[in-house]
């Protein structure tokens, strides 16, 4: 007997015989395929990066020197430029997406908000190499001339402040990753307030509330932990992304002391260097900090996901 | 005839308060939705001053010599022909290898499997998609290139279908399960199996959503630099099929040409950028337009 159930869910047929274990586990192989996929990229970049870990225990991830010719690799500084890039993104990002994710999905007219969101999610379209491109011929020479100068003129005093400003490093790099993690912020957000159920909001419209007093102790706090999900894939985005940071900040290779200094972060030290290592401990070097950065991003994607679905449900859920 | 509620905005009840502190909160309540409006504005004044930027450094370089030529001995000149070339060639192959996995995967989450390794393969869809393009480009490199010894526009494709692969499956699960279960019943009530009910029924159906899903994938592979570094490399030379030498790809080659230290290659650079920013948004445009019609009608 065949027994179908309801839309969605397995249709198990004891009907069609052989062709339909054969589609059926031919599909199971490829479902396999992306489990497999992302347990390989994990084992194959642990043992790529063994020989670095085996030489220089955790000690690599504190280790300050990067010196191909004594063969001592040492991660830390790329590790604090990724951070603190990744943190200037976040300060940025975070309090514009929101805003934006709040406007697009309370308070904008229909045709105001089609739009806006149409052309924010083509923002997250743009390759990174374009964003890259732009950063280090227009953006970067404009905030060097502007707010980095102003900066250094005015609060040069104060030590995170110091010049000189080239408009190549660590603030740069921090502006472009903001520019590129806020449709991420926006598209997630705005998503997590939707599903915000309407009684929330009837209920404070009934007792007189503004539209903005319904947004902040109404909407916001029922969707809080789905929006800092939100903000943590966003920062997720800003550890990884490459291209742009790359072309952006310059080649530092010591921890950054001032906001405008150049600098490397783990991905861009990564794509500089990689094809010119000699094969060995400095190629394992270069993989382990790549293996340092899958296990962040992977341990903030997972947070992050965990705190989107206890808002939105969990995708397939419906 | 129809009672109507008598329903009143917010906006009009913050109209009818009248004491001093009832006034503060309209005025904080106006003044808080401008900001939303402004943020809402600085998020898209990047995108506007990228694409004018990239059309107006872009235009001059754009011409026959770009697309035809290939790439001079430094900087003299020449044009992007074998990045254009590589890139035709090692998104195709990419695809090819990743339209029928991720759909397949779709199909297996959406039709087959039981609600645990369906949230399993989802959720590692989900974390293949946060991983970092660059270390796709490394795990690659050590499986395709490592052991040949030779950087090769194969492991370039490979890496960009492994881009793909999550991408496509998302998209597509999500569609599958927006088909009716009633279209399923009705076919293998007629006696048709399960496979052949999947593929010209289920499918079928959600074809247009899945295209879409497809088509992202591709842009944004076409616009994936990162995992090339290390697997296809990027070259001076037309490969034209010899998948086992290292290729060009547009991306690469705005990557190498911004950094060359020759105005001639920066405007090489310049120009390729605007046709990678053309056929991407292009493609997104026309495809997300075409599903925000179907949203709205």
Same mark, same amino acid.
């Given at each position: 007997?065949?027994?179908?159930?309801?839309?969605?869910?397995?249709?198990?047929?004891?009907?069609?015989?052989?062709?339909?274990?054969?589609?059926?586990?031919?599909?199971?192989?490829?479902?396999?395929?992306?489990?497999?996929?992302?347990?390989?990229?994990?084992?194959?970049?642990?043992?790529?990066?063994?020989?670095? %870990?085996?030489?220089?225990?955790?000690?690599?991830?504190?280790?300050?020197?990067?010196?191909?010719?004594?063969?001592?690799?040492?991660?830390?500084?790329?590790?604090?430029?990724?951070?603190?890039?990744?943190?200037?993104?976040?300060?940025?990002?975070?309090? /514009?997406?929101?805003?934006?994710?709040? %406007?697009?999905?309370?308070?904008?007219?229909?045709?105001?908000?089609?739009?806006?969101?149409?052309?924010?999610?083509?923002?997250?379209?743009?390759?990174?190499?374009?964003?890259?491109?732009?950063?280090?011929?227009?953006?970067?020479?404009?905030?060097?001339?502007?707010?980095? #100068?102003?900066?250094?003129?005015?609060?040069?005093?104060?030590?995170?402040?110091?010049?000189?400003?080239?408009?190549?490093?660590?603030?740069?790099?921090?502006?472009?990753?903001? /520019?590129?993690?806020?449709?991420?912020?926006?598209?997630?957000?705005?998503?997590?307030?939707?599903?915000?159920?309407?009684?929330?909001?009837?209920?404070?419209?009934?007792?007189?509330?503004?539209?903005?007093?319904?947004?902040?102790?109404?909407?916001?706090?029922?969707?809080?932990?789905?929006?800092?999900?939100?903000? /943590?894939?966003?920062?997720?985005?800003?550890?990884?992304?490459?291209?742009?940071?790359?072309?952006?900040?310059?080649?530092?290779?010591?921890?950054?002391?001032?906001?405008?200094?150049? #600098?490397?972060?783990?991905?861009?030290?990564?794509?500089?260097?990689?094809?010119?290592?000699?094969?060995?401990?400095?190629?394992?070097?270069?993989?382990?900090?790549?293996?340092?950065?899958?296990?962040?991003? /992977?341990?903030?994607?997972?947070?992050?996901?965990?705190?989107?679905?206890?808002?939105?449900?969990?995708?397939?859920?419906? | 005839?129809?009672?109507?509620?008598?329903?009143?905005?917010?906006?009009?009840?913050?109209?009818?308060?009248?004491?001093?502190?009832?006034?503060?909160?309209? @005025?904080?309540?106006?003044?808080?939705?401008?900001?939303?409006?402004?943020?809402?504005?600085?998020?898209?004044?990047?995108?506007?001053?990228?694409?004018?930027?990239?059309?107006?450094?872009?235009?001059?370089?754009?011409?026959?010599?770009?697309?035809?030529?290939?790439?001079?001995? $430094?900087?003299?000149?020449?044009?992007?022909?074998?990045?254009?070339?590589?890139?035709?060639?090692?998104?195709?192959?990419?695809?090819?290898?990743?339209?029928?996995?991720?759909?397949?995967?779709?199909?297996?989450? *959406?039709?087959?499997?039981?609600?645990?390794?369906?949230?399993? @393969?989802?959720?590692?869809?989900? @974390?293949?998609?946060?991983?970092?393009?660059?270390?796709?480009?490394?795990?690659?490199?050590?499986?395709?290139?490592?052991?040949?010894?030779?950087?090769?526009?194969?492991?370039?494709?490979?890496?960009?279908?492994?881009?793909?692969?999550?991408?496509?499956?998302?998209?597509?699960?999500?569609?599958?399960?927006? @088909?009716?279960?009633?279209?399923?019943?009705?076919?293998? *009530?007629?006696?048709?199996?399960?496979?052949?009910?999947?593929?010209?029924?289920?499918?079928?159906?959600? $074809?247009?959503?899945?295209?879409?899903?497809?088509?992202?994938?591709?842009?944004? *592979?076409?616009?994936?630099?990162?995992?090339?570094?290390?697997?296809?490399?990027?070259?001076?030379?037309?490969?034209?099929?010899?998948?086992?030498?290292?290729?060009?790809?547009?991306?690469?080659?705005?990557?190498?040409?911004?950094?060359?230290?020759?105005?001639?290659?920066?405007?090489?650079?310049?120009?390729?950028?605007?046709? $990678?920013?053309?056929?991407?948004?292009?493609?997104?445009?026309?495809?997300?337009?075409?599903?925000?019609?179907?949203?709205?009608?």
């Amino acid at each position: 007997m065949t027994t179908v159930q309801l839309p969605g869910r397995s249709l198990e047929g004891g009907s069609g015989g052989a062709a339909d274990r054969l589609f059926r586990n031919g599909t199971r192989v490829a479902g396999s395929f992306l489990v497999i996929a992302l347990i390989a990229i994990g084992v194959m970049l642990w043992l790529s990066s063994s020989q670095a %870990f085996g030489t220089f225990g955790l000690g690599f991830v504190t280790g300050l020197t990067w010196d191909p010719v004594a063969s001592i690799y040492g991660a830390l500084p790329y590790v604090v430029g990724t951070i603190l890039t990744s943190l200037i993104a976040v300060i940025v990002a975070a309090p /514009i997406g929101v805003l934006t994710a709040i %406007f697009l999905a309370e308070l904008a007219p229909r045709r105001l908000s089609i739009p806006l969101t149409f052309m924010i999610e083509l923002l997250a379209a743009i390759p990174s190499v374009v964003f890259g491109l732009w950063g280090v011929f227009v953006l970067g020479p404009f905030l060097g001339h502007t707010v980095e #100068a102003w900066a250094v003129e005015h609060l040069g005093w104060i030590p995170i402040f110091a010049g000189p400003a080239y408009g190549i490093g660590l603030f740069t790099a921090g502006i472009i990753l903001a /520019i590129m993690i806020v449709p991420t912020i926006v598209s997630i957000s705005r998503e997590v307030i939707s599903s915000v159920p309407a009684s929330q909001r009837e209920a404070m419209a009934a007792l007189g509330a503004t539209r903005w007093e319904i947004v902040t102790k109404a909407v916001l706090p029922y969707a809080r932990s789905g929006i800092v999900g939100a903000i /943590i894939l966003g920062l997720g985005r800003a550890l990884g992304e490459t291209m742009a940071v790359t072309m952006v900040i310059g080649n530092g290779q010591d921890i950054p002391h001032g906001l405008f200094d150049q #600098a490397q972060t783990i991905a861009s030290k990564i794509a500089t260097t990689f094809n010119e290592a000699s094969v060995g401990i400095q190629t394992s070097s270069l993989i382990a900090l790549g293996f340092i950065l899958l296990v962040i991003t /992977i341990a903030l994607n997972v947070v992050a996901r965990l705190l989107v679905w206890r808002v939105a449900g969990p995708p397939g859920a419906r | 005839m129809a009672v109507i509620a008598p329903t009143i905005k917010p906006a009009i009840a913050t109209r009818l308060l009248r004491s001093r502190s009832d006034r503060r909160r309209a @005025v904080f309540d106006r003044t808080m939705r401008t900001i939303a409006l402004l943020a809402a504005l600085v998020c898209v004044v990047p995108l506007g001053a990228v694409i004018l930027f990239v059309a107006i450094n872009g235009a001059p370089a754009l011409n026959l010599d770009l697309l035809t030529k290939a790439p001079k001995a $430094l900087g003299t000149g020449g044009g992007a022909a074998s990045a254009i070339l590589g890139s035709l060639q090692m998104i195709p192959l990419a695809a090819l290898m990743a339209i029928p996995i991720g759909i397949a995967a779709a199909i297996y989450v *959406a039709e087959f499997s039981g609600t645990r390794s369906a949230r399993i @393969v989802r959720f590692a869809a989900d @974390v293949l998609v946060g991983i970092p393009s660059i270390l796709i480009g490394i795990f690659v490199f050590t499986m395709l290139v490592l052991p040949f010894h030779q950087f090769n526009a194969f492991a370039g494709s490979v890496a960009l279908a492994l881009l793909m692969i999550p991408v496509i499956m998302r998209t597509s699960e999500e569609i599958l399960r927006l @088909v009716p279960g009633s279209l399923r019943e009705a076919s293998l *009530a007629l006696g048709i199996p399960m496979w052949r009910t999947v593929l010209s029924v289920v499918l079928r159906t959600g $074809l247009g959503g899945i295209l879409t899903g497809v088509m992202l994938a591709v842009a944004r *592979a076409f616009g994936e630099t990162a995992p090339l570094l290390f697997t296809a490399l990027g070259s001076r030379l037309v490969n034209v099929g010899n998948f086992s030498k290292p290729m060009d790809s547009l991306p690469l080659f705005v990557y190498t040409n911004a950094r060359a230290p020759f105005t001639v290659l920066n405007q090489q650079a310049w120009g390729a950028a605007l046709l $990678l920013l053309l056929i991407v948004l292009t493609i997104n445009i026309a495809v997300r337009a075409r599903s925000f019609r179907r949203n709205v009608s």
